[in-house]
């Protein structure tokens, strides 16, 4: 039967009236901290631990293998921290049966990893070839995963692409990415669709364009500033609603399964809540984030404000056109409600404030598009990376904008963990404990807001190569031993502790949960000694190499002996001069 139009008319005014006041819903004006919440998770809460294929497979050029952008770019000097490389991670490639161990100790339910493309497909392109030795080892994980009850989370794009579209098409600036992307999604559906169940289309597409296409920091490393990110975006969330289509129309039917995004949602709080342009300025930081790549998917065009922002700056800029890339009315439809499930990584927040940068002072970029400034309160705990701050509250704030903003749809937690220097060896990681707790808590208090979270991910199983910072940060529950060649794996205290949260399904009680506290960290005491006598035989071992090789160790004793020395002398004796200059002054 056909509408009247004016019928059909008011059904869309209704609509995008009921748009405008859910996208309205949330309150920037109330934070309300709480104090800790005693309680558990709905039944059947999904609890889990993640990783991804270049920062822990290792093997990098086995087996067949392609290369990756990020194998290309890990090797070339001074692009990563000591010009580290993926080339051996944690072996994961191998110790793959010994790690799924590992998570059966923890009773975990699901595992959430990435498949590498060009271990799979070697160009990328898939009529060149399809290396049935990448598809084995695939098979071979989720087999082992299912044998011990655990279910695969697994994501398709974790920043690895082959380096061949790279080289021949520019990567994700250039539009051919969503059809390969397509066919290497199709055949994965195909080999592994079977057993899994949950498919991530990208992982963090907002590193990938802005660290990847715009400051240069990640693979491919270029600084195409102010359009280069735009594009690639608009590329990836095609090829994302493209690939949900593909499952959606030939594979859901069979294989039953879910499919969804992992977007990594920083959380900004307006430095002043009772500040109108803080509150805009925090919502622009959010939109320009999380929205840039949500509100498409789930409202089927960019967020009004980044519309507005970039296209007044390219005017200003006195660009014909707005660096921000238009859908069509067609491509509105097509991308709009692509996600079964919405994956969220977060980690930490920021306050902001408005700040006008005034276009073209500093060319452009997508930084000064935002017209904000972030800032930390020195008060938060950093225990790791520089900018992981740890601020539970605002992990709750997330999650409940994203219920307001996107019309609550089912959430699972794809990251969520804190680091520790690469120095530290310390397997007693209390800060750890105390993140995680916080944290999870306040994702327990969300579900009580009403957010639909179905599962969390803690982030990492392993410590592993952590891009631009090579090995230098570690997140893991497990401790890597990377100097080791058989990277031997170490619990640390949080594996304890997060053990009973997940079989208490939450905190039962305030005594309970100090209980765990502190038996966790009585029982990485034993582990500490295991690590501290395997690392004096290794340094015994190098001591040993450095005798053996002179010209090594001359250059390690310049560096570790002599100058040091010197340094310490000039020191002294410009004491000794400053108080003699002082004395006969006096
Ligand atoms: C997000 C990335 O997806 C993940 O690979 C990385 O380990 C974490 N951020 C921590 O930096």
């Known amino acids: 039967m056909m509408l009247p139009r004016c019928a059909v008319s008011v059904c869309h005014v209704l609509v995008l009236v009921l748009c405008l006041s859910a996208a309205e819903d949330f309150d920037w004006t109330k934070n309300n901290y709480g104090s800790f919440y005693y309680g558990t998770f709905p039944a059947g809460f999904s609890w889990g631990a993640g990783g991804s294929a270049y920062q822990t497979e290792g093997a990098w050029d086995q087996d067949g293998?392609?290369?990756?952008?990020?194998?290309?770019?890990?090797?070339?000097?001074?692009?990563?921290?000591?010009?580290?490389?993926?080339?051996?991670?944690?072996?994961?490639?191998?110790?793959f049966k010994d790690d799924v161990s590992l998570m059966k100790e923890l009773k975990l339910n699901h595992y959430r990893f990435s498949i590498s493309w060009p271990r799979i497909i070697p160009t990328g392109i898939k009529s060149d070839h399809v290396n049935e030795k990448g598809i084995q080892y695939y098979d071979e994980l989720i087999d082992t995963l299912m044998e011990n009850k655990i279910t695969p989370i697994v994501t398709l794009y974790h920043w690895d692409l082959p380096q061949v579209l790279q080289?021949?098409?520019?990567?994700?600036?250039?539009?051919?990415?969503?059809?390969?992307?397509?066919?290497?999604?199709?055949?994965?559906?195909?080999?592994?669709?079977?057993?899994?169940?949950?498919?991530?289309?990208?992982?963090?597409?907002?590193?990938?364009?802005?660290?990847?296409?715009?400051?240069?920091?990640?693979?491919?490393?270029?600084r195409l500033k102010g359009a280069g990110a735009y594009r690639a975006a608009h590329h990836i969330i095609k090829a994302h609603a493209k690939v949900w289509h593909t499952y959606d129309t030939q594979w859901r039917g069979r294989q039953?399964?879910?499919?969804?995004?992992?977007?990594?949602?920083?959380w900004g709080e307006p430095v002043d809540i009772s500040n109108q342009k803080d509150i805009e300025a925090a919502e622009r930081y959010v939109q320009f984030n999380l929205g840039w790549f949500a509100t498409p998917i789930f409202h089927g065009d960019y967020p009004q404000v980044m519309k507005d922002f970039v296209g007044s700056k390219s005017v200003q800029q006195g660009l014909g056109t707005s660096r921000l890339p238009t859908f069509s009315p067609q491509e509105k439809s097509y991308i709009k409600g692509t996600c079964d499930f919405l994956g969220i990584g977060h980690f930490t927040t920021r306050y902001i404030t408005h700040k006008n940068n005034p276009s073209g002072r500093s060319g452009s970029s997508y930084f000064a598009d935002r017209d904000l400034a972030e800032l930390v309160d020195p008060r938060w705990p950093d225990p790791g990376s520089e900018w992981l701050y740890s601020v539970p509250?605002?992990?709750?704030?997330?999650?409940?904008?994203?219920?307001?903003?996107?019309?609550?749809?089912?959430i699972y937690v794809t990251e969520n963990g804190v680091s520790e220097k690469m120095l530290c060896t310390e397997l007693c990681d209390e800060w750890r404990i105390q993140y995680f707790q916080d944290y999870i808590n306040?994702?327990?208090?969300?579900?009580?807001?009403?957010?639909?979270?179905?599962?969390?991910?803690?982030?990492?199983?392993?410590?592993?190569?952590?891009?631009?910072?090579?090995?230098?940060?570690?997140?893991?529950?497990?401790?890597?031993?990377?100097?080791?060649?058989?990277k031997p794996r170490y619990p640390k205290a949080s594996v304890q502790f997060y053990k009973r949260i997940i079989s208490s399904n939450g905190f039962p009680n305030q005594r309970e949960v100090e209980n765990w506290r502190r038996k966790s960290v009585e029982t990485c005491s034993s582990s500490n000694q295991l690590l501290a006598a395997e690392e004096q035989r290794s340094t015994a071992a190098n001591i040993l190499r450095l005798i053996h090789d002179p010209l090594t160790s001359h250059m390690e004793m310049v560096t570790e002996i002599v100058v040091p020395t010197v340094c310490t002398l000039c020191i002294l004796l410009s004491a000794i001069f400053l108080m003699f200059l002082l004395r006969r002054r006096n």
């Not at 039953?256 to 920083?266: M, R, Y």
């Open 256 to 266: 039953k399964g879910f499919i969804g995004i992992s977007l990594s949602g920083d």
């Open 393 to 410: 509250w605002g992990f709750r704030r997330l999650l409940n904008f994203v219920k307001t903003q996107y019309g609550n749809p089912m």
């Open 442 to 486: 306040e994702m327990l208090k969300a579900i009580r807001d009403g957010v639909n979270v179905k599962g969390y991910t803690a982030w990492s199983l392993l410590d592993k190569f952590e891009w631009d910072e090579g090995y230098s940060e570690r997140f893991g529950l497990y401790y890597v031993d990377f100097r080791s060649k058989n």
């Open 65 to 95: 293998k392609g290369l990756s952008i990020w194998d290309v770019f890990s090797h070339r000097k001074g692009k990563i921290q000591q010009n580290e490389t993926g080339d051996s991670s944690c072996e994961g490639y191998y110790k």
């Open 167 to 222: 080289e021949k098409y520019g990567g994700w600036q250039n539009i051919s990415m969503i059809s390969h992307f397509n066919e290497f999604a199709n055949l994965c559906f195909e080999k592994f669709g079977n057993r899994v169940k949950y498919w991530i289309t990208f992982n963090n597409p907002w590193s990938v364009v802005v660290e990847g296409y715009e400051t240069g920091e990640h693979a491919p490393g270029l």
